[in-house]
């Protein structure tokens, strides 16, 4: 990573299927309020020389509050509500 970039979080999911029951789902939360559901499928596969997925973008000296994986049973129980 840059000097001026930090690492938020880092969660192990497997890899992802063609069906629908790998749904599960990252959640980040910023110091200011933000909130972005991402569904991991949707993430790209990085190779060892990558540098990363920019998930969210933030405004200068925003910092990310909270970091979440949601299993897809939880994911479909809040869609429910």
């Known amino acids: 990573l ?10 192990v ?5 063609d069906d629908d029951a790998s749904e599960e789902q990252v959640v980040l939360v910023s110091h200011g309020g933000t909130v972005n559901r991402i569904k991991v499928k949707d993430i ?5 020389g990558a540098k990363g997925v920019i998930l969210m973008r933030l405004e200068h000296a925003g910092k990310i ?10 994911a479909e129980e809040i869609l429910e509500d």
């Open 2 to 11: 840059p000097e001026d970039c930090r690492l938020a979080a880092v969660f």
């Open 13 to 17: 999911v497997g890899e992802p299927t």
């Open 44 to 48: 790209s596969i990085q190779g060892r």
């Open 65 to 74: 509050q909270s970091a979440s994986l949601i299993s897809a049973a939880a």
